[in-house]
């Protein structure tokens, strides 16, 4: 599989999902990581863009429209190393389940997207520990995007990806970016063993399969992982 | 005044989306370990250089717009761990070189940086971190025309610390990786790293290596006459 992250030697495990904006991967982890709970399990969870060190740059940098594709994809990796070394490779080694919402995948697909090139991107994020597993959500751009466009606020600049000059329209810059998006994420899929669930479904036969694959993954190594709550029968030492 | 330097370029794949034709001035790099007198030999040099007629821009690590002011926030609180701290400054290396440096160049400056993505790399090889990540991460950097490699060791270092700022820099030592059980041996086990990571770099990076436990005039004298040798010698 992929070569190009460090192998997970804790106890703990990676649960990562990615997918375009508007797979519905965000509702998905949700449901998945307090199912996890409600089996006794420690759960942590990761969310991409939010670590409190890098933040302030960040959305600097965003509102003042400061970032290359180049500072873009830094920082965000400084992001994302700042919650690993800070947060995810603790809790791995406590022996949780950590689930992150989007992982080193995704700067593969935006950044490359952006201009940056996929053998630059891929050593960047070489420091990266390797998911036990990695679930992408496939939908439709149609769909997606209808999902994105029909409520919510307003599209941000970098969001729709308007610093690439794709559209001047916002909209339609969005509809461009996440096109692209999309291909580069199925491209990569087969490469770096992604279980592919079919985000055009019903959320309920979606949680079922992603439920399913986790059992099937982890089943015979649950016991390695932290639980939350004492086992039933466990005495107070 | 027909320059004909050999164009910049990167050591690896270059910035996306930043065009790198026509820089028609020079880029000059000091390089060195904390505390080895880099800025004194930065002011010295730049009032130089505009008295000979030449349009300077200095700059310096973490002083980019972008990631400047959030480097320093990190650095202040308690947690900021390597791989990390290497990306912020990749960053903050990035956002000067597109925003300050590239520009510079293409308006005929003569650039002089207050070290550069060698100081990065060996901050980082020092906390253990891969040579071959570190070298591709920095791919994007430009090879400058002159690297000038203000070389001590670190009993030079030690006294100007101590008659200096007078204490030790909780990251100039190396705290955060902890090498010694207090800041004076942290400091010289982990500055004993970087100058050792600098110098393996010297013969790859071709940096002309300054003798810097010797006065300051003197050194200045040194590193005035390379910069001179390399303008005539691209001068036609």
Redesign the interface.
Known sequence: MVPYLVPNRYRGKLIVVEGIDGSGKSTQLALLSQWLRSQGLAVAFSEWNSSPLVKQTTRRGKRKEMFTPATFSLIHATDFADRMEGYIVPLLKAGAIVCADRYAYTAYARDVVRGVSPRWIRNLYRFAIQPTMAFYFRVPLDVALGRILGGREAIKYYEAGMDLGLSRNVEESFRLFQGRILKEYDSMAQEMGFHIIDAGGSIEEQQKEMRRIVMEVLGPNLDQVLRATLPPGASHG | MANHWPPLAPY??P????DLTGLQGKLIVIEGPDSVGRSTQVMLLKSWLEQVGHAVLDTGMARS???G??IQ??KD?N??????M???Y??DF??RL?NEIIPALRAGFVVLTDRYIFSLMARALARGE?R??LE??G??ALAPHLTLYMRAEVNDLVPRVVLGRGRFDFWESGMDVRLGPDMHDSFVRYQARVITALDRMAGKYNFEIIDAARPPMVIFRDMRRSITRLFRKTKT
Request: a negative charge; proline letters at 6%; zero cysteines.
């Open positions: 690896g794949d910035l996306p989306g930043v717009a972008l990631a002011r959030g926030r990190a609180g947690t900021f761990g390597p791989v990390t290497t990306l912020f990749a960053t990035a956002d597109e891969s071959t990540w591709e991460l791919g994007f």
